[in-house]
Structures are given as C-alpha cells and as structure tokens.
C-alpha cells in the first residue's frame, strides 16, 4: 500500500529546523519541552546545568556580603515581584542581597540603576549591579570573571550566567 500526501504544505527540512535552533541558540532563546515541566513535577523547568564560579572576592565587606547572599539564592525560582527570601525576580534578588548588607535598593531595576555611581563595564567588580536594555528592565550582580547572578525570567531559577549571553547591556552601577 502506498501512502499519499493530501497536505500541500511542504515539510521543514531537517537543516532548515537545525538552522533556526542554532539561530536561537545564539541569540541566547532556551526553548524548554513542555513535557520535561510536566513530568518533574516542578512549577518550572528543572534549572540548567549550574556555572561553576571561582570564589567570589568582593573589594569591600558589603560588596561581599551582598555577592555571598545573592549567590546563596541560586537555584530559587523567579516570581514577578518577589523579593524573597524564597522566591525573586531580577530587582527583588538585588535588593534582597543588598538589604543583608544593610543598603537599602528600591524593587525597580530602573530606580536601582540610578542608585550608587556608574561604572565602565571594563571596570566591574563583584557586587557591580549590571543593567540590560533600554529603558533599563533587567538587573544582575557582577561576580567576577565575566559572570553574573541573577534571576533571569519566569520559569527559570536564580542563576549564574555569563554577562555576555544577555542582549541589550545598558549600564553597571557601583552600589559600595
């Protein structure tokens, strides 16, 4: 028996759908299967294999203190307006980290971005707050080496990630 097409749509090559992956995946878009969430039993996806970051030296106390407790979040999921201490979103995370230091952050990654003074990003030091887009809608803490924590997007957790897998650098701030 032979089987007949009755769909005049054309199939998507193989390397047409590898194309567009490898696109994605350069443009930093992670696409998660529905079903790994499903069968975890998790609320969101199970979190990327972790970043093996090098211990953090931070060039004051409170800098250090501040890095040391939002790297003890990793892992935590994001949550819109979360501030913590089991849940955050990118401000909330940044503002949790530096309350245990004792500075006081709003819960905006815009207002945080006119806190402190700006810093070149050929300058950064842990405990530098790295903000991306325009305007500012997303922050980070620096933690050396090119690296930054933070808690990048509903479904995903707190996490370590390059600087440079996020699009749309703005600009850092140097709270301590």
């Known amino acids: 028996m032979t089987t ?4 005049t749509a054309r199939r998507t090559p193989r390397s047409g759908r590898r ?3 490898v696109l994605l995946a ?3 878009v992670v696409l998660t299967p529905l079903t790994a969430q499903a069968s975890t039993g ?3 996806p199970a979190p990327a294999a972790p970043i093996s ?6 060039p004051n106390p409170a800098a250090q203190l501040a890095v040391d407790t939002a790297l003890a979040q990793q892992g935590k999921a994001y949550v819109w307006a979360g501030a913590g201490p089991n849940v955050y979103d990118c401000s909330g995370l940044t503002q949790f980290a530096y309350r245990a230091a004792g500075i006081a952050l709003p819960h905006s990654s815009g207002m945080q971005s006119t806190m402190g003074v700006p810093v070149a990003r050929a300058d950064l030091q842990p405990g530098d707050l790295i903000f991306f887009y325009s305007p500012v809608g997303h922050v980070g803490m620096y933690i050396g080496n090119g690296l930054m924590v933070h808690a990048p997007t509903s479904g995903d957790v707190v996490r370590v990630a390059s600087v440079d897998t996020m699009w749309g650098y703005n600009t850092a701030r140097r709270i301590v």
């Open 4 to 7: 007949t097409r009755t769909s």
């Open 53 to 58: 970051a090098a211990p953090v030296a931070a």
């Open 26 to 28: 350069s443009a930093g």
């Open 19 to 21: 194309a567009v992956m």
């Open 42 to 44: 998790m609320p969101g």
